[in-house]
């Protein structure tokens, strides 16, 4: 095995192999013009890259708003490229100064204005005239609420919306009314505008959609559709009392009216449309074409799905409302209402937008818009709101007097008749169905029967109904205080459960008057159930006992109003009270100083007395029971056998 040994040799080798590396290094090391090159080169590099990728990421991503737009630098060669690409024929608008988030403010003596530069719309609306229950302003468009677009394609195959878009704002008069001229332009000559025509102490926007030269720039043979949509906020102290009379109600194919669903979510698609209303209870929201839209998608979604959380909005309306071009340019004329729900109001525009106002239908509308609505304005004319209540329902009790006459007259011949029909029915205790017969040929005779005096009753229905609509839809009543009530179109809490505690079915508070008219009821209930019950007899074999029933009623309806009106309008509660005070002042005089039951026995025999001939009513009935006891005499006879 050879032995290493150490090479000096090698040694030196690599040592002068080292320093030959270095030399070369120094003497091909840069000079400092060559250094300074060099990163000047870098950074150019880097500044290359970077514009590489922001190029990359603005030619890829979607720009779909004009906010996108303007972040876009017009000076930037490139990036102006890419507004073309985006935008075509509507970039111009984007390059001009009125390119930003700007607002026109505008005011007549009923109305407050903005119309935003980004879109061309309205971007608040405040009513001058009103305030909620907490003293603020009333708006109907305000912090994003609403959004009011038209979506077209272009003939280069671009989709755009108006939203998105930026207009040149102008404000001019023309005589006393304020024009305010909203335009998306494509030069200095061609543009699409909205146009808005303010008058003075008008809640009516004339509003035209129109464009000029845009004919070879809009896609007519594509959808052009106009979309709003509406967040309604909440004005009243309840908001679920509000959200019952906010709804969306349309008239269509003529004089049509209808509405989308009061408490659900719905969706209509609707054709020849000629106004449509995002009613706020006591506030509207209305469109009003000059000619019907041919064809409106409208739909209603309910936001308050918790009282105690949703109390900011009630309902998102929406509608897609296709456009038709002429000659290739937008020309569509429509009026734009901002205003109280007020009947008055609106039956000054003389286009049916009254009936927006929901006062009841058929009969029960009518009753109100013939007789409540000019009634109770001629007397709110010269008398306090609930004097005027109260005047009302005097007159109404007044003329639905004979009613209770005629139902106290007929409980007072059935009270006499008592002590023959307990005869009879003893008689023929075996016999319901002869029973019956004799009954009915007794009460005939003497001109006396259950049903004259449930028919009266029936005829009061009407009325309350129409009254039951009227009140809670009586834009007069609104803010008008009475007693302790600061609000006859909301309810009279007298005291407020404190720590947000609340009664389901009944509410977080106590109101006074549905207290006060319960207590009426029941006194009144009590008297007159008492005397029904005293004149009835025993109940018939399969038949439920009434006399049961009318006593739990005694009960169940002022519990009922109790409950239920604690959170309605407490005008409606003080007409209840006071017309059920009224119902048993009437009832006292008339069953101690207008009825006498020695005469009313005496018209009782003399009727007797007379051969009575069978209305057409009375004999089908009593031959009816004459088939049904032969019938029952046959099945008796085959069981016999």
Same mark, same amino acid.
């Given at each position: 095995?050879?032995?290493?040994?150490?090479?000096?040799?090698?040694?030196?080798?690599?040592?002068?192999?080292?320093?030959?590396?270095?030399?070369?290094?120094?003497?091909?090391?840069?000079?400092?013009?060559?250094?300074?090159?060099?990163?000047?080169?870098?950074?150019?590099?880097?500044?290359?890259?970077?514009?590489?990728? @922001?190029?990359?990421?603005?030619?890829?991503?979607?720009?779909?708003?004009?906010?996108?737009?303007?972040?876009?630098?017009?000076?930037?060669?490139?990036?102006?490229?890419?507004?073309?690409?985006?935008?075509?024929?509507?970039?111009?608008?984007?390059?001009?100064?009125?390119?930003?988030?700007?607002?026109?403010?505008?005011?007549?003596?009923?109305?407050?204005?903005?119309?935003?530069? @980004?879109?061309?719309?309205?971007?608040?609306?405040?009513?001058?005239?009103?305030?909620?229950?907490?003293?603020?302003?009333?708006?109907?468009?305000?912090?994003?609420?609403?959004?009011?677009?038209?979506?077209?394609?272009?003939?280069?195959?671009?989709?755009?919306?108006?939203?998105?878009?930026?207009?040149?704002?102008?404000?001019?008069?023309?005589?006393?009314?304020?024009?305010?001229?909203?335009?998306?332009?494509?030069?200095?000559?061609?543009?699409?505008?909205?146009?808005?025509?303010?008058?003075?102490?008008?809640?009516?926007?004339?509003?035209?959609?129109?464009?000029?030269?845009?004919?070879?720039?809009?896609?007519?043979?594509?959808?052009?559709?106009?979309?709003?949509?509406?967040?309604?906020?909440?004005?009243?102290?309840?908001?679920?009392?509000?959200?019952?009379?906010?709804?969306?109600?349309?008239?269509?194919?003529?004089?049509?009216?209808?509405?989308?669903?009061?408490?659900?979510?719905?969706?209509?698609?609707?054709?020849?449309?000629?106004?449509? &209303?995002?009613?706020?209870?006591?506030?509207?929201? /209305?469109?009003?074409?000059?000619?019907?839209?041919?064809?409106?998608?409208?739909?209603?979604?309910?936001?308050?799905?918790?009282?105690?959380?949703?109390?900011?909005?009630?309902?998102?309306?929406?509608?897609?409302?296709?456009?038709?071009?002429?000659?290739?340019?937008?020309?569509?004329?429509?009026?734009?209402?901002?205003?109280?729900?007020?009947?008055?109001?609106?039956?000054?525009?003389?286009?049916?937008? *009254?009936?927006?106002?929901?006062?009841?239908?058929?009969?029960?509308?009518?009753?109100?818009?013939?007789? $409540?609505?000019?009634?109770?304005?001629?007397? &709110?004319?010269?008398?306090?709101?609930?004097?005027?209540?109260?005047?009302?329902?005097?007159?109404?009790?007044?003329?639905? &007097?004979?009613?209770?006459?005629? #139902?106290?007259?007929?409980?007072?011949?059935?009270? /006499?008749?008592?002590?023959?029909?307990?005869?009879?029915?003893?008689?023929?205790?075996?016999?319901?169905?002869?029973?019956?017969?004799?009954?009915?040929?007794?009460?005939?005779?003497?001109?006396?029967?259950?049903?004259?005096?449930?028919? +009266?009753?029936?005829? !009061?229905?009407?009325? $309350?109904?129409?009254?039951?609509?009227?009140?809670?839809?009586?834009?007069?009543?609104?803010?008008? &205080?009475?007693?302790?009530?600061?609000?006859?179109?909301?309810?009279?809490? /007298?005291?407020?459960?404190?720590?947000?505690?609340?009664?389901?079915?009944?509410?977080?508070?106590?109101?006074? $008057?549905?207290?006060?008219?319960?207590?009426?009821?029941?006194?009144?209930?009590?008297?007159?159930?008492?005397?029904?019950?005293?004149? !009835?007899?025993?109940?018939?074999?399969?038949?439920?006992?009434?006399?049961?029933?009318? @006593?739990?009623?005694?009960?169940?309806? +002022?519990?009922?109003?109790?409950?239920?009106?604690?959170?309605?309008?407490?005008?409606?509660?003080?007409?209840? $009270?006071?017309?059920?005070?009224?119902?048993?002042?009437?009832?006292?005089?008339?069953?101690?100083? /207008?009825?006498?039951?020695?005469?009313?026995?005496?018209?009782?025999?003399?009727?007797?007395?007379?051969?009575?001939? #069978?209305?057409?009513?009375?004999?089908?009935?009593?031959?009816?029971?004459?088939?049904? *006891?032969?019938?029952?005499?046959? !099945?008796?006879?085959?069981?016999?056998?």
């Amino acid at each position: 095995m050879e032995e290493k040994k150490f090479d000096i040799n090698s040694v030196i080798g690599f040592i002068l192999l080292f320093g030959i590396m270095i030399w070369y290094f120094y003497q091909n090391q840069p000079t400092p013009e060559e250094l300074e090159a060099q990163k000047q080169a870098e950074t150019e590099k880097v500044v290359a890259e970077e514009k590489a990728k @922001k190029a990359e990421k603005v030619l890829t991503t979607k720009i779909t708003t004009a906010e996108d737009y303007s972040n876009v630098s017009a000076s930037d060669s490139l990036q102006q490229i890419v507004i073309q690409n985006k935008l075509g024929a509507f970039a111009y608008a984007s390059t001009l100064p009125s390119a930003t988030d700007a607002t026109t403010d505008v005011e007549t003596e009923l109305l407050a204005l903005k119309f935003n530069n @980004k879109g061309g719309h309205l971007s608040e609306v405040r009513l001058k005239a009103f305030v909620d229950n907490d003293g603020a302003p009333i708006y109907l468009v305000k912090d994003g609420n609403t959004n009011f677009n038209i979506n077209f394609s272009t003939t280069d195959n671009r989709v755009l919306n108006t939203e998105s878009l930026y207009f040149q704002p102008t404000v001019s008069k023309s005589g006393d009314n304020t024009i305010v001229s909203m335009r998306l332009k494509v030069s200095e000559t061609r543009y699409l505008e909205y146009r808005y025509d303010l008058k003075p102490n008008d809640y009516m926007i004339d509003f035209s959609i129109k464009s000029q030269g845009l004919d070879n720039v809009v896609n007519s043979s594509q959808e052009i559709n106009l979309d709003w949509k509406l967040k309604g906020y909440s004005h009243d102290e309840s908001i679920s009392y509000e959200n019952r009379y906010t709804r969306l109600t349309y008239q269509h194919e003529g004089d049509k009216i209808d509405k989308l669903a009061q408490m659900n979510d719905d969706e209509e698609l609707v054709s020849d449309v000629s106004w449509l &209303s995002y009613r706020q209870h006591f506030f509207s929201s /209305i469109l009003v074409p000059d000619s019907p839209f041919k064809s409106v998608k409208m739909s209603s979604i309910d936001l308050v799905k918790d009282e105690e959380i949703d109390t900011v909005f009630t309902k998102l309306y929406a509608s897609k409302i296709p456009l038709t071009l002429t000659g290739g340019d937008f020309n569509k004329s429509m009026g734009l209402y901002f205003g109280p729900t007020d009947a008055k109001t609106l039956k000054v525009y003389d286009k049916n937008l *009254e009936e927006s106002i929901p006062f009841g239908w058929g009969i029960f509308g009518w009753i109100n818009k013939a007789v $409540f609505i000019p009634l109770f304005g001629f007397l &709110s004319g010269f008398l306090p709101y609930g004097i005027a209540i109260i005047v009302m329902t005097i007159l109404v009790k007044i003329l639905l &007097s004979f009613v209770q006459y005629k #139902q106290f007259l007929s409980q007072a011949k059935m009270k /006499i008749l008592k002590p023959e029909l307990d005869a009879i029915r003893a008689k023929y205790k075996d016999n319901k169905l002869k029973s019956q017969q004799e009954t009915m040929a007794l009460q005939n005779k003497a001109g006396a029967s259950p049903l004259s005096g449930c028919l +009266p009753g029936l005829m !009061q229905i009407p009325v $309350f109904y129409a009254l039951f609509m009227f009140f809670p839809t009586a834009f007069d009543l609104r803010q008008k &205080s009475f007693l302790w009530a600061d609000d006859l179109s909301s309810f009279d809490s /007298i005291y407020d459960f404190p720590n947000g505690f609340s009664i389901p079915f009944y509410g977080d508070h106590i109101s006074l $008057f549905p207290i006060l008219a319960a207590i009426a009821i029941f006194f009144y209930m009590k008297m007159t159930t008492g005397q029904q019950t005293a004149m !009835q007899g025993p109940p018939q074999e399969g038949m439920p006992d009434m006399s049961k029933m009318m @006593k739990y009623m005694i009960y169940f309806s +002022p519990i009922l109003m109790l409950v239920f009106f604690n959170n309605y309008a407490s005008g409606l509660s003080l007409y209840y $009270f006071i017309s059920n005070l009224i119902s048993i002042g009437i009832m006292l005089v008339i069953k101690n100083y /207008i009825i006498d039951e020695e005469k009313v026995l005496a018209k009782i025999q003399v009727s007797k007395s007379k051969p009575k001939k #069978q209305n057409r009513f009375q004999k089908k009935m009593a031959d009816m029971m004459e088939q049904a *006891e032969k019938q029952k005499q046959v !099945q008796q006879r085959n069981k016999k056998k």
